[in-house]
Each structure stands twice: as structure tokens, then as C-alpha cells.
């Protein structure tokens, strides 16, 4: 009779790896015109491919001895996808996001963990002779491994939530860069993105826990679930990655539609305030209302007052304390009550109105105009429309 070699949660780690190959071909092929972000995504799933590997070859219930007796020699290669895939997660968001991205030399410490786990499985293992390999392979039990070992997991992981960490911060300050420059940001087209940096930064927050766990049980001779713990891990991430594959699949071309941002130039902060460019500017808007269009950008507004966007995007920082999206919504939602309160406009619904002062979204449009005015558009209406019957009444 042959010997099973794969279980139903060794083929979700297989599933993971099919996954992880094809996201890492798919990518590649749509960041043609960025051949950076191609390379450092590819690398990336294929860490993430490596991972699962490690698990099948250390922990499968089958594959576990097939590899002692076969593959002794690849014991602990595929761990290196543990140490690498923060790196390369964090080099490809920012790759996507900043033109001309380019490595710099503090980037390489970013890879002095790996070169020391290198270092050491080269030493302490893999200069062996193959028999013993099997020998100690086959002797080999977790409840006798050093503590040293899981505190070297838990450094690993947590190295891993670090640069998770890292890939949120330059998330938020990519959003807050293309609300200098946009009045509208539809993020539609980095939302496989985001998918991908909360679900891997939830899976790594994760391993944290079980690394935790595994010390526990062996300091304190605690009976943690860590088994059913890593089994819930390896499921999430199966699960996570056919969402990603989904998000890209509805928006195949999602990897070329991102804006490229530039750092701002903080010494423009120190300019003085021309009154007249204040006035130019705001008459500007009242009068043209090119803000009625969803589309106005920064670009639109310089190139109609015949300024530099980088000179509009500073007096609006300096004068106004807000960024180009906060000025222009100011605008919008006053256009927006003014519509509510015009007879012509009384058929008109919320959504009419919404769509006719240059918003593409209720929710952002609700909120915006409840940060500005103190209630929700539809409490303006009735509140103003209560306010009039009032008055008609008492006169």
C-alpha cells in the first residue's frame, strides 16, 4: 500500500503555492512598463511560495519522512521566504508609488537578518554530510528543541510586522499625496494593493501570536493550540491570496492605472503669501467652477491660473492649512448647499446634487459635507426646509 503523501491542509499549502507562482507570473507580465515593480512582486510571491514549502518538507504528515529519505538536502532552504518577504513587499509598494525608485545602500540592511540566518543554517547544517542529515532528521523532535529556536521565530516574525508596518506608512502617505494633488481619489485601481498589504500584515501580526505561543508552551509547559493556530494561518493566506487573484482578475490593468508621487519641497513653507495670487485664486474658482468637474486635478486649476502645480499646491498648504482634495471639496459642498436651497433645484434629489457639484462618491460626499456644515446633507435639506415652514407659519 503507498504511503499518503498529502493531507487535505498539506494540499491548501500546495493550492497556496500554485497561487502564489501564478500571481507572481500574472504580475510580472502587467508591470511590462515597470519592469522594477515586476521583479520585486515576482520576488515577492515566490518568498510567499517558499513558505508553504518550508511547512510541507518540516511538518507534513506524509511528506515530512518522503523528504528525510529523499530531499534531506533541502531541509530549511525554503525558510529564506520568511526572512525576505517583508523586503520585497515593502520595495515593490514603493516601486509602485514613487517614479524613478531606486535601492538605496541603507535598503541592504534590510537584508542583514537574512544574511545571518544564511550564515547560520550554512554552518549548523546544511556543511553536513547527507547521512546525517537523515540522522538528525529523523531523531528530531519539536518538544526538544532549543528555546533558542523559538526565540529566533519570534524575531522572524516580528521582523515580518515591522516591515508590515513599514508598507502601511507608505500607504498612508501615498493617499495623502494624491489628495494634494487630486480633488477626487478613486482608489479603485490600488485596492488589490491594499488587499494584499492588511491581509499579509494581519497574517505576520498572526505569526507573532503562535511564535509567542510556542514559547509559552515550552517556558511554562502550556498546552497552546499551536498546531490549530498555524492550520488557521495557512488557510487565511490560501483564502487571501484568491481574493487578491479576484481583485486583479476585475481589474487586470490595476498596475498601470497608479499615479506616480513625488516628495513635496518643505521649503517652500517658508515663502511669503502674495494677497493678489489669493484673490486670483479665489476668484478663479467662484467664477470658472471648474470644480464642478469630477475629474479637476491640480494640474487643471495650475494650468488655468497659469502657475507651477507645485506653487498652487504650497499656497493652498500655507494659506488655507489643507491640502488640494480639502480645498476643493470646500467648494463643492458649498455649491451643494447653495443647489439645496434653490427653488429650480427642488425635484432635484441628494444623489442629483452629489453628482452635479463634482462628487463621485455618497460616502465621501456625505462626509465632507458633514465635517463642513455639521449634518448630513439630507438633515441639511430637511432642517432648512423645517426652518422655511416656520417662518411662513409665524408670519
Known sequence: MQQLLFNTH?????????????????????????????????????MNAATPLDLLISFGDGFHGFAIEHIPDWFYVFELGYWLEGPFLLWYLRSLVY???????????YLTPFLLFFTHQLLAYHSMPTLRKVYLERTHNLANESISIFYIVFIRSALRVYFGVLCLQEMRRYFAMMHQKFASVNDAAFMWVKILVYGFFAVWCWGVLVSIALILNNHFDLQIGVREMGLTANYFVCFLLGVVLVAIGVRSGSVEQLEYIQVPDKASGNLAIDPNEIELLEQTMMTKKLFLD??????????????SPRTLSSLINRYYECNFYEFVNRYRIEEAKRLILDEKHKSSTILDIMYEVGFNSKTTFNSCFKKQVGSTPRDFKKQQLEAAKNLATSS
Open 10 to 46: 498539506d494540499a491548501i499549502l500546495l493550492i497556496t503555492i500554485y497561487q502564489c507562482v501564478i500571481l507572481a507570473v500574472a504580475l510580472f507580465l502587467l508591470s511590462k512598463s515597470q519592469f522594477k515593480s515586476g521583479i520585486f512582486v515576482t520576488l515577492f510571491f515566490l
Open 99 to 109: 517614479k524613478n525608485y531606486r535601492l538605496q545602500w541603507v535598503d541592504l540592511w
Open 294 to 307: 469630477p475629474t479637476f486635478n491640480l494640474e487643471m486649476l495650475a494650468h488655468e491660473l497659469n502657475w
